[in-house]
């Protein structure tokens, strides 16, 4: 059985399309006082890498309100030889405009992907002094993409609990 070239690109284009949908009705959800307010970032430890210590980092995962399917990671290993924030978005998205990103209403700063599989597009922005400073100062994590049909998407990552989580693992 031969599948058309298209097939791809139209599966992808239908999870962008499902991803921009979803990121207003996460909003919403977000933004519903009533909504019950758990953790919003997380620290997990593992000494799977290495048997004789651990190995910590702290995430936050945004997901489609009615499907639960993960449309955002941001993840930060602070420890590690090069501190970054790996930040795990959808399929579907042009890769030449990388991803945009800055705190609150800062200036902007443009990261390029560095790989996709089957689970989505990854970039890496480092953990610098500044950013890191910016963030503890800030409210939301802010980043913005554009799909491969040129739609620009825009995701908030909430930063309320991040100092507080940064701080246990450090």
Same mark, same amino acid.
């Given at each position: 059985?031969?599948?058309?070239p298209w097939r791809h690109v139209i599966k992808t284009a239908a999870f962008v399309a499902m991803a921009l949908g979803a990121t207003s009705s996460y909003a919403q959800e977000q933004s519903d006082p009533e909504a019950p307010q758990g953790p919003v970032? /997380? *620290?997990t430890c593992s000494n799977q890498a290495n048997p004789d210590a651990l190995t910590c980092s702290m995430s936050q995962t945004l997901n489609v309100a009615s499907s639960g399917?993960? %449309? %955002? *990671?941001?993840? /930060?290993q602070p420890d590690a030889e090069t501190p970054s924030v790996l930040l795990s978005l959808p399929h579907g998205l042009n890769f030449a405009n990388g991803v945009g990103v800055r705190t609150d209403d800062g200036e902007e700063e443009r990261f #390029?992907?560095? &790989?996709?599989? *089957?689970t989505g597009t990854y970039a890496r922005v480092p953990l610098t002094r500044d950013f890191l400073a910016a963030m503890r #100062? *800030?409210? &939301?994590l802010r980043l913005n993409v554009v799909g491969v049909g040129g739609r620009e998407v825009n995701f908030e990552v909430s930063l309320a609990g991040f100092s507080k989580t940064y701080d246990l693992l450090r």
């Open positions: 059985m031969t599948h058309s970032w /997380i *620290a399917q993960r %449309l %955002l *990671a941001v993840t /930060i #390029a992907f560095t &790989t996709a599989d *089957a #100062a *800030a409210n &939301t």
